[in-house]
Nanobody, 115 residues
Framework: QVQLVESGGGLVQPGGSLRLSCAVS????????MDWYRQAPGNQRELVAG???????NYADSVKGRFTISRDNAKNTVYLQMNSLKPEDTAVYYC?????????WGKGTLVTVSS
């Protein structure tokens, strides 16, 4: 069973930065993809950024140029660097790992962007 634990959320002012971490109990080298999702109150969960085993990345249009996903295979950790944060980035951020046809989710970390 793979377990994911997100951390790094918190309260930040508009224009500020946060770095989220997702620590994975299994080796992420075997993961087909690692993704960050977010869910704001009243909204559906949406894909924010993803990175596949080969290293290619993809981003939602709303975060392109502001967010960066990366991975540290030695630490089995995936990161989401978030810059120029906006109030509309406020959400619970979830990490997901895909191994074959199985998805594993973390419990999420809350990011609040407010002055």
């Amino acid at each position: 069973q793979v377990q994911l634990v997100e951390s790094g959320g918190g309260l930040v002012q508009p224009g500020g930065s946060l770095r989220l971490s997702c620590a994975v109990s299994g080796t992420i080298l075997r993961a087909n993809a690692m993704d960050w999702y977010r869910q704001a109150p009243g909204n559906q969960r949406e894909l924010v950024a993803g990175i596949i085993s080969g290293g290619s990345t993809n981003y939602a249009d709303s975060v392109k140029g502001r967010f960066t996903i990366s991975r540290d295979n030695a630490k089995n950790t995936v990161y989401l660097q978030m810059n120029s944060l906006k109030p509309e980035d406020t959400a619970v951020y979830y990490c997901k790992a895909r191994y074959g046809y199985t998805n594993y989710w973390g419990k999420g970390t809350l990011v609040t962007v407010s002055s």
